[in-house]
DNA sequence: TATATTACTAACCTTTTGGTTAGCGCTTAC
DNA sequence: GTAAGCGCTAACCAAAAGGTTAGTAATATA
């Protein structure tokens, strides 16, 4: 048994604790990934609804970020060989374990504008 | 009363619940914020000392990211005018209430690993 | 006298991130 | 015939992130 002093005492003061919150970190930082896997939490969507309703993005950034999500197993990429092209994305079950965290960085951003601006 | 489909659904679908989201997520992520804020939750120490437990970090990021936790109320930097210079830093009580979200990022990373690599 | 010490900062460089534009292949609509 | 549509990709740039080295102040020690 080890003695953890800390102030995140319960959160594990060892390695793996940290590498595990980069870990999450890795997978959801940077400005696109939560808005994309909201976007397509309302509804499986297609390549260009996703680029008109995530506001901003750009298609090679979308393009990119599809990619890492669906590295991730947070979405599924699904073709039909028609002509133009059909794909469609949606979220995987693994995604909707993501709940948890985002509700927790919800209430903290909340929190913490509250602390900052007033 | 707005219907929220999603399966996110309870985290807010609005934009106020995205940007709430992006708010913590600029605070916390980069590779560094977190080591430094479990670093210091274990007691408050001086620069040196900081440098030397969170491993690998150059001089200019851990002053780069010390400033922007200061400016974030998460630490507070103490100076005595001494020779050589003493700068103390310790974690805010702000902090702690980064307290879930650290759990929840930590829970999540492990899940998401075991998914991932097996 | 020379050197180490602390907590940085400035100057310089590389790497990563992200934006912009153009274009592809094939079908349908004008 | 030609223009629009889809889901990208390649080429090119700009900005941001981050690393390395050197240098500063005044004192204490070798």
């Given at each position: 048994m080890k003695k953890c002093a800390g102030k995140f005492a319960h959160n594990g003061c060892e390695k793996t604790a940290l590498m595990a919150v980069k870990d999450s970190l890795d997978v959801l930082?940077?400005?696109w990934k939560l808005p994309i896997l909201v976007s397509l939490a309302n509804g499986p969507k297609r390549f260009n609804q996703i680029s008109k309703e995530?506001?901003?993005?750009?298609d090679k950034m979308l393009s990119k970020e599809l990619k890492d999500l669906e590295q991730n197993h947070l979405i599924t990429r699904s073709v039909q060989d028609t002509f133009p092209p059909t794909v469609m994305y949606d979220v995987t079950e693994h995604a909707e374990t993501l709940d948890k965290v985002i509700k927790e960085l919800r209430d903290w951003g909340i929190i913490h504008r509250k602390k900052i601006i007033g």
């Open positions: 930082s940077g400005s995530v506001e901003g993005i750009s």
